[in-house]
Structure formats: structure tokens, C-alpha cells
Nanobody, 124 residues
């Protein structure tokens, strides 16, 4: 069982930066692939980024955030991060942290545990 708590959301101007954090419970954090998803108003939840379990040697990004967002993990602290740069209005959404027992994943169905989400609002 893994419990996830996101933080770091807020209001930011377009072009700005924000870093989201996700704190995970449990002593086996490194065994989980981790991911970030987001859900904008009126839209389905979508994949944003993922990082493989263990050392996090492999990362995946959606085309919409590639080159702007960076996912990372710190197994010693049971933390996963999402550094978001050059934010756009369309990045406004609730961002969710998720964990999978697989190496990694890019779809909701592959993730077993979810946080409650943190709101990111990008203003013009």
C-alpha cells in the first residue's frame, strides 16, 4: 500500500515555473514506477510524465509537455517531483501523482495508487 500526497500547486503567470512535489509513504518506494497526470475542467485525466522504478533511469513525457517539464525522484526521501517551466494557459489543471508496481507506465490503468491532486492555475 502506498499513500501519496501532492503539494506545490498554485497560481502562476504564463511563462513562469512551478515545481510540484509528491510525498509517498512506505519503505518500498523505490519499487514503484511513478507518474504525474492532470485533469483540466471538462476534460478527461491525461498522462503528463512518468519515471521508472528503482533509479529512475527512464522517463516518459507527453508531447504537450516534452522539453518544458522534468520528472525526477529522490528515493531516500520518498519523493517525486515535477519541475514545470514555460507554463502555458493550457497547463491549468489538477495534477495527480500516481504509483505503479510496474517498471513504469503512461496510462491510468497501469497505476495502482493515486494522490488527491493539487491545483495548478496559469494566468495570462
Amino acid at each position: 500500500q502506498v499513500q501519496l500526497v501532492e503539494s506545490g500547486g498554485g497560481l502562476v503567470q504564463a511563462g513562469g515555473s512551478l515545481t510540484l512535489s509528491c510525498a509517498a509513504s512506505g519503505r518500498t518506494f523505490s519499487r514503484y514506477g511513478m507518474g504525474w497526470f492532470r485533469q483540466a475542467p471538462g476534460k478527461e485525466r491525461e498522462f503528463v510524465a512518468a519515471i521508472s522504478r528503482s533509479g529512475g533511469s527512464t522517463t516518459y513525457y507527453s508531447d504537450s509537455v516534452k522539453g518544458r517539464f522534468t520528472i525526477s525522484r529522490d528515493n531516500a526521501k520518498n519523493m517525486v517531483y515535477l519541475q514545470m517551466n514555460s507554463l502555458k494557459l493550457e497547463d491549468t489543471a489538477v495534477y495527480y501523482c500516481a504509483a505503479t508496481g510496474l517498471f513504469s507506465g503512461t496510462s491510468e490503468a497501469e497505476f495502482d495508487y493515486w494522490g488527491q491532486g493539487t491545483q495548478v492555475t496559469v494566468s495570462s
